[in-house]
């Protein structure tokens, strides 16, 4: 089982970062994502869900209406649209995967920093 995200990087505030997560070894399409973060200091914080069938979307009320959630059944893939990205959107960002039983699945993490 392997959860490979990409596409972090430093971006100036305002700007923008699209990341992905590519899995592979389990049943893509039958497993809820979503994408947390972890900032220095701080606790992993859930950033957004989406259910597997259903593909219902649950975000963090910090990042409603800047970062857009979509998942890729055909490419096992995630993608995490982020746009007017603030300096306390530092963190490290973690791709999950988990089922309907709980089994859950992490990434290793892919670094994005706001700074100018």
């Known amino acids: 089982v392997q959860l490979v995200e990409s596409g972090g990087g430093l971006v100036q505030p305002g700007g923008s970062l699209r990341l992905s997560c590519v899995a592979s070894g389990f049943s893509f399409s039958s497993y809820d994502m979503s994408w947390n973060r972890q900032a220095p200091g701080k606790e992993r914080e859930l950033v957004v869900g989406?259910?597997?069938?259903?593909?219902?979307?649950n975000y963090a009320a910090a990042v409603k209406g800047r970062f857009t959630i979509s998942r890729d059944n055909a490419k096992n893939t995630v993608y995490l649209q982020m746009n007017s990205l603030k300096p306390e959107d530092t963190a490290v960002y973690y791709c999950k995967a988990t089922s309907r039983r709980g089994t859950t699945y992490w990434g290793q993490g892919t670094q994005v920093t706001v700074s100018s």
């Open positions: 989406i259910s597997s069938y259903t593909g219902f979307t």
